[in-house]
């Protein structure tokens, strides 16, 4: 019997790398995708690498989308160009993906897609106007494929990450206002347990954080 394969598409940081092993210790076939790799925002490039990786690997079975990216600045410093940023990185890239592994998921009537998404998916804060775009549109995306494709039995869950990660660029910049950091190995534990979950008991969104973090 083949391995499942889990796709981890924005594998650079600690999260993504935890993902990577994650899987891997639990048996899984894996494959990373960093930005190095391919600009998951364009949609051809995407389609063709993963078709790529799924030439060689077999169907993926679990879709992990964890790229984004990091821009904190003032609302009157950023551009146009600032927001379309932070757009290809989440709800593009996170499209592009989702429309290349979703045609084998739904042949076979399974699959998962799992979608890290922080607190500003839910709410703006100051100086995070293009990111919170960003991560609005992905919960967004997430609701919506699940609300289509769940009823076919592809699986959808959206993560909220409340808090910083340990090892992340964000917890190098703030880290000094939270003692303790997420695990991220910790975190992708989570993830996997989203991916095997049974049919009967779904979870759609899921908030993580640490006890330390007010909410």
Known sequence: MSRPFALVAGSGGPLGQALLAEFADAGYVVAGLRKADCDLADAAAAE?????????????????????????APFLELDAAAFDTCWRAGPAGAANCARAVLPQMLQRGRGSMVFTGATMSLRGSSGFSAMACGKFGLRGLAQSLAREFQPQGIHVAHVLLDGLLEGSPSTERFGARQAAPLDPRAVAGSYRWLVEQAPTAWTHELDLRTPSEKF
């Open 48 to 72: 063709q690498h993963i078709a790529q990786l799924t030439a060689a690997h077999g169907p993926v079975d679990a879709l992990i989308f964890n790229a984004g990216h990091l821009l904190i």
